[in-house]
C-alpha cells in the first residue's frame, strides 16, 4: 500500500500565534517609532531614522516567515545538527571576523548590515537539544547522555561570554529549563541556585573572609557526619570546588569583564562605583516608567522619551517608552500579550505527537520567558544592564529575524501534526 501526505499550504497552521506575533512586531514598530520620533522627519518609513529600517527587518522577517513554512519540516529534524555546527563556526568567526559594538564585540558585518550570531545560536541550540533528546531510550541517568545535553548549550555560552556578551549567554541558562522538563535530577537545579549565590556572595564580601565562612560550614557538616567515610569525601571535594569556584568568579569578573560590566554589576549589588552616573540609565528608565501613571502621557508625548533623556531607548530600554507613553494599563497589556504566547506554546507543546517538536517548543518558551525577564528586569532596576532586547519589540534586525525564524519552525512543526496519510 502506498502512502502519501495531503496537506494543504496552510493545514494545521496555528492562527493564535501567528496573531499574537503581529500583536507583538507591531508594537514593536510603535514603540520605536516613538522613542526616536522626529518631528523634522514624521514619516514612519523615512529610512534615515530607526523605524524606517526597523520596516525593512519586518519586511525581511516576513520573508523569511514564509520561507520557513515552505519548508518542509523534515528538513529542521534533519539537519538539526548540521544547522548547529554552522551557527559554531559563526561564533568562532566572530573572534576573527568580529567588528566591536557598545564595547561588545560579537558583531560581522556583512555589507551594511551587522550580523549577531549569538542570537540565531538559540535556534540552532533548540533545534540539537531537541534532536538529541527525541532520541529513543534517551536516559538522564547515563551520565555520557547528560554530558552531551549539558554540553550542546554550555559551549556556545562560553563562546559568548568570551566574545563579552553576557546577556545573550545568559539566556542559555533557559535551556536547563528544559532539562529539567524531561528527565534531567532535580539536584541540578540546587547546584544551579548554590552556584548563583556563590557568585553573588563572590562579589559582594571579601573572597578570604568567604573562605573563612565555607571552611567553618565545611568543618560543622563534617563533624556531624564523621562517622561517614563518604561525607567527609564529599565535603571536601565540595570544599574544592567551592574555593576555586569563588577565585575564579573573582579571575572572570576583574580581568575578563570590560570596565562598564563591571560597573553595571556593582551597581545592581548596590556597592560604590568610582564612576559618575553610573547608574544613569536605569534610574532614567524608572523615572520614564513612573511618570506614565496610570494610563499614560500618550503616543508621542512622553517627554523623557522625545528628549532622549534614557539612553538605548530603542533598544534594551524600548520598555520604558512604553510606560511612559501608555502607562500601567500598557505595560500590562504588552504583558499579557506575551503571556499569552508563551502559554500558547506550552499548549502547542503539549498536543504534539513528535517529541522533537515538543522538545523544541518548550526551548522556543524557555527562550522568551528569559529574555523578557532580563530585558524588564534590566529597566526597573531588577537585572544588571546586559544588553538582552525584548523579543519582536526591540530594535535590530538579528534580533527580530532570530525570533521570527524560532517561532515559525515551531509553527510548521505544529502544522505537520496534522498530516493526512492515505
Given at each position: 500500500?502506498?502512502?502519501?501526505?495531503?496537506?494543504?499550504?496552510?493545514?494545521?497552521?496555528?492562527?493564535?500565534?501567528?496573531?499574537?506575533?503581529?500583536?507583538?512586531?507591531?508594537?514593536?514598530?510603535?514603540?520605536?517609532?516613538?522613542?526616536?520620533?522626529?518631528?523634522?522627519?514624521?514619516?514612519?518609513?523615512?529610512?534615515?531614522?530607526?523605524?524606517?529600517?526597523?520596516?525593512?527587518?519586518?519586511?525581511?522577517?516576513?520573508?523569511?516567515?514564509?520561507?520557513?513554512?515552505?519548508?518542509?519540516?523534515?528538513?529542521?529534524?534533519?539537519?538539526?545538527?548540521?544547522?548547529?555546527?554552522?551557527?559554531?563556526?559563526?561564533?568562532?568567526?566572530?573572534?576573527?571576523?568580529?567588528?566591536?559594538?557598545?564595547?561588545?564585540?560579537?558583531?560581522?558585518?556583512?555589507?551594511?548590515?551587522?550580523?549577531?550570531?549569538?542570537?540565531?545560536?538559540?535556534?540552532?541550540?533548540?533545534?540539537?537539544?531537541?534532536?538529541?533528546?527525541?532520541?529513543?531510550?534517551?536516559n538522564f541517568k547515563d551520565t555520557k547522555t547528560r554530558f552531551i545535553a549539558l554540553s550542546i548549550f554550555i559551549?556556545?555560552?562560553?563562546?559568548?561570554?568570551?566574545?563579552?556578551?553576557?546577556?545573550?549567554?545568559?539566556?542559555?541558562?533557559?535551556?536547563?529549563?528544559?532539562?529539567?522538563?524531561?528527565?534531567?535530577?532535580?539536584?541540578?537545579?540546587?547546584?544551579?541556585?548554590?552556584?548563583?549565590?556563590?557568585?553573588?556572595?563572590?562579589?559582594?564580601?571579601?573572597?578570604?573572609?568567604?573562605?573563612?565562612?565555607?571552611?567553618?560550614?565545611?568543618?560543622?557538616?563534617?563533624?556531624?557526619?564523621?562517622?561517614?567515610?563518604?561525607?567527609?569525601?564529599?565535603?571536601?571535594?565540595?570544599?574544592?570546588?567551592?574555593?576555586?569556584?569563588?577565585?575564579?568568579?573573582?579571575?572572570?569578573?576583574?580581568?575578563?569583564?570590560?570596565?562598564?560590566?563591571?560597573?553595571?554589576?556593582?551597581?545592581?549589588?548596590?556597592?560604590?562605583?568610582?564612576?559618575?552616573?553610573?547608574?544613569?540609565?536605569?534610574?532614567?528608565?524608572?523615572?520614564?516608567?513612573?511618570?506614565?501613571?496610570?494610563?499614560?502621557?500618550?503616543?508621542?508625548?512622553?517627554?523623557?522619551?522625545?528628549?532622549?533623556?534614557?539612553?538605548?531607548?530603542?533598544?534594551?530600554?524600548?520598555?520604558?517608552?512604553?510606560?511612559?507613553?501608555?502607562?500601567?494599563?500598557?505595560?500590562?497589556?504588552?504583558?499579557?500579550?506575551?503571556?499569552?504566547?508563551?502559554?500558547?506554546?506550552?499548549?502547542?507543546?503539549?498536543?504534539?505527537?513528535?517529541?522533537?517538536?515538543?522538545?523544541?517548543?518548550?526551548?522556543?518558551?524557555?527562550?522568551?520567558?528569559?529574555?523578557?525577564?532580563?530585558?524588564?528586569?534590566?529597566?526597573?532596576?531588577?537585572?544588571?544592564?546586559?544588553?538582552?532586547?525584548?523579543?519582536?519589540?526591540?530594535?535590530?534586525?538579528?534580533?527580530?529575524?532570530?525570533?521570527?525564524?524560532?517561532?515559525?519552525?515551531?509553527?510548521?512543526?505544529?502544522?505537520?501534526?496534522?498530516?493526512?496519510?492515505?
Amino acid at each position: 500500500m502506498n502512502y502519501q501526505t495531503i496537506r494543504k499550504p496552510n493545514q494545521g497552521i496555528d492562527a493564535m500565534l501567528i496573531l499574537l506575533y503581529f500583536a507583538l512586531v507591531l508594537v514593536g514598530w510603535m514603540a520605536i517609532f516613538a522613542s526616536t520620533y522626529d518631528e523634522l522627519q514624521p514619516s514612519i518609513f523615512d529610512l534615515d531614522k530607526s523605524y524606517g529600517r526597523q520596516f525593512i527587518w519586518i519586511i525581511g522577517a516576513l520573508i523569511l516567515a514564509g520561507a520557513v513554512l515552505l519548508t518542509d519540516s523534515k528538513f529542521y529534524t534533519t539537519f538539526a545538527y548540521i544547522i548547529y555546527a554552522i551557527i559554531m563556526l559563526m561564533l568562532a568567526a566572530v573572534f576573527v571576523l568580529g567588528t566591536s559594538h557598545k564595547g561588545d564585540k560579537n558583531w560581522i558585518d556583512i555589507g551594511s548590515f551587522q550580523l549577531q550570531p549569538s542570537e540565531f545560536a538559540k535556534l540552532a541550540v533548540s533545534l540539537a537539544l531537541a534532536k538529541f533528546l527525541s532520541v529513543l531510550n534517551i536516559n538522564f541517568k547515563d551520565t555520557k547522555t547528560r554530558f552531551i545535553a549539558l554540553s550542546i548549550f554550555i559551549f556556545p555560552t562560553l563562546l559568548i561570554i568570551l566574545q563579552g556578551d553576557l546577556g545573550s549567554a545568559l539566556v542559555f541558562f533557559s535551556f536547563f529549563l528544559v532539562l529539567f522538563r524531561f528527565g534531567l535530577p532535580g539536584y541540578y537545579l540546587l547546584l544551579g541556585v548554590y552556584i548563583i549565590l556563590l557568585s553573588i556572595l563572590a562579589l559582594v564580601f571579601d573572597k578570604l573572609i568567604l573562605m573563612l565562612v565555607l571552611l567553618i560550614i565545611s568543618g560543622a557538616i563534617l563533624y556531624i557526619g564523621r562517622r561517614s567515610r563518604n561525607s567527609i569525601f564529599i565535603v571536601l571535594i565540595s570544599f574544592l570546588f567551592s574555593a576555586g569556584y569563588v577565585f575564579a568568579t573573582d579571575f572572570v569578573f576583574n580581568h575578563l569583564l570590560e570596565k562598564h560590566q563591571q560597573v553595571r554589576v556593582n551597581v545592581l549589588l548596590g556597592k560604590k562605583v568610582d564612576v559618575k552616573d553610573a547608574d544613569y540609565n536605569v534610574r532614567q528608565s524608572k523615572i520614564a516608567i513612573g511618570s506614565g501613571g496610570f494610563l499614560g502621557k500618550g503616543f508621542l508625548q512622553g517627554t523623557l522619551t522625545r528628549f532622549n533623556f534614557v539612553p538605548m531607548q530603542s533598544t534594551d530600554f524600548i520598555f520604558c517608552t512604553i510606560g511612559e507613553e501608555f502607562g500601567f494599563i500598557g505595560t500590562t497589556l504588552l504583558l499579557a500579550i506575551f503571556l499569552a504566547l508563551m502559554l500558547r506554546i506550552l499548549f502547542v507543546a503539549q498536543r504534539q505527537r513528535s517529541r522533537f517538536s515538543m522538545i523544541y517548543a518548550y526551548c522556543v518558551a524557555g527562550i522568551i520567558f528569559f529574555h523578557v525577564l532580563i530585558n524588564i528586569g534590566m529597566t526597573i532596576g531588577l537585572m544588571p544592564v546586559i544588553g538582552v532586547p525584548l523579543p519582536f519589540i526591540s530594535y535590530g534586525g538579528s534580533s527580530l529575524w532570530s525570533f521570527t525564524i524560532l517561532l515559525f519552525i515551531l509553527v510548521k512543526l505544529d502544522g505537520d501534526r496534522l498530516a493526512i496519510l492515505r
